[in-house]
């Protein structure tokens, strides 16, 4: 019976006779109750049915990988803690795209359900749902260019504040957490934020992009895109230096300009045709060009014995920031062909991969657009995987290219012993951060470029990419190495290593997770500083190495670690000023749960006296986490 047809019934009943009300009422009262008791029944029913559903579905097409026998893939314990819409929108847009493909939409919700005991539910938080007052109007115009824009502050993605006058080496021990913003839905806190003295732009896991106030991180307007948004935002400014254009990608390889005073969409282009395009790394504008780094999921499809491995090719592609339209692409490796079938009797295709993770970097002085590349994903391997690429910034053109590990061909199915694993078999040693263009004391230009192997590599950018000195700093492996950025201040290069523990067989010699500070002229080694294991018993994995990016600013260098502890470094000496330890309940900090965990790809944001850093990584079996987090000098 429905709700209106029983408020009908009690109306009616108002008009009635006394002694006919009181037996119309009680009749009214035993029906609700069977009716209550019956729906409950039913729904117990529903529930039941789903859970396992969604269980036979998760054994079959999940499992396999989300028990524990893929590493990069978040364990179910992590899983748990998702909301059913980002499981389910990962089924049907995101990373498990070509794993929901056999599933109806019913299924994929039944498997939420299974995992996070919690419906799907078909509302969106926006802006308006926070438990928060800004401290300015929404309306206020954002007149001031940016603190730190971008991924590396620069185009030159040096990741060093040489603005900052507030801290120092004397105060920044006296850093302590002045606001926070918990992310709805969100088991990682991955996109990299963007500082205004008046408002913070970052992206989110659910796919929205926040306009922050920056007095107290609430949302001045947010920004639903299709997908997932990774890297860092940039802005694009008008011709009085005034923020203009917000812009930044999505994971389903879609590109952004949105009014940045207002969070209007301006323009939205899919960079790139092949379905399993993604962009995971920053974007960079300049001269009216947005240049846009894609890579693929294809890295996680081949490891499916049926999948026709692989299509899929590497590229950077530049973009009017006016119109969205494509000005060219430039891809990184020829297009792929029909080579062998694997074991499997499944046609195999080459050559493929070479995507572009990481973040533009913008040589102004020379028109020259610089992105790395990780490994091809199948047989042949190409001379364009794990490089760095030099292309002109107006034409596309590629200048030079520089390949520091040859023969790397891996995918997904490599770390299952799997049939569409390339001969090559890896080593995996993609180049995971952005090209870093620095200038040394004696004013010599070089791009600085990190592996996973563990080497940092000089290029001369005069001499076509030639590499000009190579210092090995960590043992490698899977997950690093040198994973996503390093910084300089034109003196040293600060250097973050992970060296996680992997059965990478080609890693090199002890580990050294931690930082590294090397001279930038000549590549040597002034000191480093391998970090102690202090992670005690945790359920996820934990790790001191240092994968996220590393940033600096005069004296002073920050970076935050795997297992959730942000620290900031002396850059004389390397020795430890200041640390916190990010993995904590934070509250209903804006409404919203918020808790932190390991700190993985981005990494801090310096800007005015304050550390800008995100907190939570779900993958690879790490701390969840959903926190922006903002620490400044006592008021």
């Known amino acids: 019976m429905s709700e209106l047809r029983i408020s009908e019934l009690q109306r009616a009943s108002a ?65 748990a803690l998702y909301t059913p819409r980002r499981i389910v929108e990962s089924l049907e847009s995101g990373v498990m795209a070509v794993q929901g493909m056999p599933l109806t939409r019913k299924q994929k919700r039944d498997v939420a359900f299974f995992l ?94 926040y306009a922050l106030d920056a007095q107290n991180g609430c949302p001045l307007w947010s920004f639903k895109a299709d997908a997932e948004v990774r890297a860092a935002p940039i802005l694009d400014l008008d011709e009085n230096g005034r923020p203009e254009s917000l812009l930044f990608g999505d994971f389903s390889a879609n590109a952004y300009a949105l009014d940045a005073q207002t969070g209007e969409l301006r323009w939205k282009t899919r960079v790139h045709k092949h379905r399993l395009a993604t962009l995971t790394g920053s974007t960079a504008v300049h001269d009216g060009i947005m240049v846009v780094p894609v890579s693929s999921l294809e890295i996680i499809a081949a490891s499916r014995t049926e999948y026709s491995c692989c299509s899929f090719r590497g590229a950077v592609v530049g973009l009017d920031v006016a119109t969205g339209q494509i000005l060219w ?179 090199v010699g002890e580990g050294h997770p931690g930082i590294h500070r090397l001279d930038l002229a000549s590549g040597e080694i002034d000191w480093r500083n391998d970090l102690p294991n202090v992670c005690g018993d945790v359920k996820f994995l934990c790790f001191q190495g240092i994968s996220a990016a590393v940033s600096s600013s005069p004296g002073l260098i920050f970076a935050g670690g795997l297992d959730g502890i942000l620290r900031a470094f002396d850059t004389d000496s390397g020795e430890i000023l200041w640390e916190v330890n990010t993995v904590q309940e934070y509250g209903d900090i804006n409404g919203v749960r918020g808790f932190g965990g390991a700190i993985e790809a981005d990494g801090p944001v310096i800007a005015n006296g304050s550390v800008y850093v995100t907190s939570g990584y779900e993958k690879w079996g790490e701390q969840p986490g959903n926190m922006l987090l903002v620490y400044g000098l006592a008021d």
């Open 15 to 79: 008009t009635l006779h006394p002694r006919r009300f009181t037996a119309l009422t009680a009749f009214a009262t035993v029906l609700l109750c069977g009716l209550s008791t019956n729906l409950a029944a039913q729904q117990e029913d529903t529930d039941a049915a789903s859970h396992s559903a969604g269980a036979a579905d998760y054994s079959l097409l999940c499992a396999g990988c989300h028990d524990g026998a893929m590493l990069e893939a978040p364990q179910r314990n992590a899983l």
């Open 116 to 209: 996070t005991g919690e419906r799907f539910d078909d509302l969106q938080t926006t802006a308006t749902t926070f438990a928060c007052t800004p401290s300015r109007a929404s309306d206020a115009p954002l007149s001031q260019p940016p603190i730190w824009n971008g991924w590396g502050a620069g185009l030159d993605n040096a990741r060093y504040q040489a603005n900052e006058q507030i801290l120092n080496r004397d105060n920044v021990g006296s850093l302590e957490l002045k606001w926070g913003f918990a992310f709805p839905g969100a088991t990682r806190s991955r996109s990299q934020p963007l500082v205004t003295p008046g408002a913070v732009f970052i992206g989110s896991q659910e796919g929205v992009v």
């Open 329 to 507: 692409t430039h891809f990184t490796t020829p297009p792929p062909r029909p080579t062998v079938e694997n074991t499997a009797g499944t046609q195999m295709q080459g050559p493929s991969g070479a995507p572009v993770w990481s973040g533009i970097t913008i040589d102004t002085k020379r028109s020259l657009v610089y992105a790395t590349t990780g490994e091809n994903y199948s047989s042949p391997a190409t001379d364009t995987s794990d490089a760095v690429f030099a292309i002109d910034l107006v034409s596309g053109v590629r200048q030079w290219v520089t390949q520091v590990t040859p023969n790397d061909a891996w995918n997904g199915a490599c770390s299952r012993r799997a049939p569409n694993c390339p001969e090559e078999n890896g080593p995996d040693y993609d180049l995971g951060a952005s090209a870093l263009l620095a200038t040394t004391r004696e004013g010599r230009d070089l791009v600085i470029a990190g592996s996973k192997s563990g080497m940092s590599y000089a290029l001369d950018p005069d001499n076509g990419g030639a590499i000009v000195w190579e210092t090995r700093v960590g043992s490698g492996g899977t997950m690093g190495g040198i994973h996503y950025g390093m910084s300089s201040d034109g003196d040293g290069l600060f250097v973050g290593v992970s060296d996680l523990p992997t059965n990478n067989p080609y890693n």
